[in-house]
């Protein structure tokens, strides 16, 4: 049987380098917002034959005086995305004539969407609101499930526990994507958030199995010491947690691989959060469930 519980100072260090590290690029770069969340226009363009250079497009557009700046991202295939202010129907129209005349026979319109920025404003308030709602249910449902389990810790700590581990997952996936939007351009949107709460659903389920362990092994092995009946509920469902996980990143890693640029992001970001989930169920959420123990007996000694 591993040791798991009895080294949490190190998998408890590492985690907290993990986050401060997330919290550090949050607070220099933040994320680089879509449109779904500032406002603004996209034009995908799929060029039939050679693609140009991201340039030599930007450049071509640029020539219609357009407000603001001008985003040109290239994607998977032959495509491209453009990036614009909100712009009127008349001037898609015009941009998309203009690269239609410079490039015959080989641009090809695939999606054109432009949202206000009242709108964006919206949306990003609606994605915090239903984030914070999510980890409320959490909670409380974690507070109910394990409501007969009152030693020796208390079942709404159950629910506190398992939402620091859900923060881990999600400050850590939010951390990479401030580096890939920083470095890459990488921009987040409302699929990003459906990532998020994907990820939050994912980790939960996984921190639950572990506990639910806990539980039965309380009520099985009552002489037992709390570290060492958290240890082998640990040891008893690892084999498990990391099968499901693998067995998920395969599938995951086949949508990213066969299922096109659109999605390709937010597959990374549920990838990423899947194994910080499996990391945080295991290494992160039942250790301390001992510190929160131990923390109760120092309580009482005083």
């Given at each position: ?133 999510v980890i409320l249910a959490i909670v409380l449902y974690i507070g109910w499930a394990f409501r007969k389990v009152s030693w020796p810790v208390k079942s709404w700590k159950y ?5 620091i581990a859900l923060s881990h997952d999600v400050m850590i996936t939010l951390g990479v994507f401030a580096i890939l939007g920083r470095f890459g351009g990488i921009e987040v ?114």
């Amino acid at each position: 049987m591993y040791k798991i519980i009895q080294k949490r100072k190190i998998w408890l260090t590492i985690s907290s380098v993990l986050v401060g590290l997330s919290i550090v690029f949050l607070a220099l770069w933040g994320l680089n917002l879509g449109i779904d969340f500032t406002g603004g226009s996209l034009l995908e363009i799929k060029f039939l034959n050679e693609r140009p250079a991201a340039e030599e497009v930007r450049a071509a557009v640029s020539e219609l005086n357009l407000e603001g700046d001008i985003v040109v991202q290239l994607t998977s295939d032959q495509n491209m995305i453009l990036r614009f202010q909100q712009i009127e129907e008349d001037t898609h129209q015009q941009i998309y004539s203009m690269l239609e005349e410079k490039y015959p026979d080989n641009a090809q319109e695939e999606r054109f969407e432009a949202i206000g920025p009242s709108i964006g404003k919206e949306l990003r308030s609606k994605a915090i609101y239903s984030i914070l709602v999510v980890i409320l249910a959490i909670v409380l449902y974690i507070g109910w499930a394990f409501r007969k389990v009152s030693w020796p810790v208390k079942s709404w700590k159950y629910g506190i526990i398992a939402i620091i581990a859900l923060s881990h997952d999600v400050m850590i996936t939010l951390g990479v994507f401030a580096i890939l939007g920083r470095f890459g351009g990488i921009e987040v949107g409302l699929p990003f958030v459906a990532a998020l709460l994907t990820i939050l659903g994912y980790s939960v389920n996984d921190s639950i199995v572990v506990f639910d362990r806990i539980r039965e092994n309380l009520g099985r092995l009552v002489k037992t010491d709390f570290e060492n009946i958290v240890n082998r509920s640990v040891n008893e469902t690892v084999t498990r947690s990391i099968n499901t996980s693998f067995t998920t990143l395969i599938v995951l890693l086949m949508v990213a691989i066969f299922g096109g640029a659109s999605i390709q992001f937010f597959v990374l970001a549920l990838m990423i959060g899947i194994l910080s989930g499996t990391y945080s169920s295991i290494f992160l959420a039942s250790p301390l469930l001992v510190v929160f123990e131990r923390w109760g007996k120092e309580k009482v000694k005083r």
